[in-house]
């Protein structure tokens, strides 16, 4: 399996994104699977210790870590899900940012077949109800600046939630880094959900 780039490679983040994904393609079904496991039962006992009755979940597709079971699972404990939602329903994207309540049951396929809930489209400031937000990402660095696939949906997305409220991303264990790089409009996260377990990140967590 391909190697994190180091740290002090001159990369871009064009050059993070492309050895993310050739990482994630290269791992085979067998520890997807156990990764999905770890995402699962850790995801549930650090929702749960957040106390979330709202959370914002993205809804995953491909290689990306697996959100359903936990998005499932949730909704089963009674915990409101928001997922964002990328089309109008009719196969037009939608340039606004937009969620909906997950129903495992009333999912569609939206851009780039990424599932998305089929009910009513809430607006950005939709986001401000969700307790906990649990975001994509390729890398993450100890600092909690992300790399993601591109389009910076999520930088615009961030900004609509409540003060105070936390953000994790998903990641592999070796996905979290020393450093990517960033932009001043990057919006860090608190945590990283890893398949044996959260990990504190931001400038508090590293040693003196």
Not at 34 to 50: I, N, T
Not at 101 to 116: A, K, N
Not at 163 to 177: K, L, Y
Request: charged share 25%; proline share 9%.
């Amino acid at each position: 399996m391909p190697d994190a780039p180091s740290s002090d490679a001159p990369l871009d983040k064009g050059g993070w994104r492309r050895a993310g994904l050739d990482r994630r393609a290269a791992t085979g079904p067998a520890e997807q699977h156990e990764q999905c496991r770890g995402w699962l039962r850790h995801g549930l006992d650090a929702v749960a210790a957040a106390g979330a009755g709202v959370v914002s979940l993205y809804l995953s597709r491909g290689e990306e870590p697996g959100t359903l079971d936990l998005a499932a699972e949730l909704e089963k404990r009674g915990i409101d899900v928001l997922a964002p939602m990328l089309t109008d329903g009719r196969g037009h994207g939608v340039h606004e940012i937009t969620w909906g309540h997950y129903h495992h049951d009333d999912l569609r396929d939206g851009l780039w077949g990424i599932p998305e809930p089929s009910g009513p489209a809430l607006p950005a400031s939709a986001l401000a109800s969700a307790d906990l937000v649990i975001c994509s990402a390729l890398w993450v660095d100890r600092d909690g600046f992300r790399v993601g696939v591109g389009g910076g949906w999520y930088d615009r997305a961030l900004p609509h939630r409540r003060p105070g409220a936390p953000v994790w991303a998903i990641v592999d264990s070796c996905e979290i880094v020393d450093a990517v790089p960033h932009d001043p409009w990057d919006i860090g996260v608190d945590a990283a959900l890893t398949p044996a377990g959260l990990v504190r990140l931001g400038p508090a967590t590293r040693p003196e």
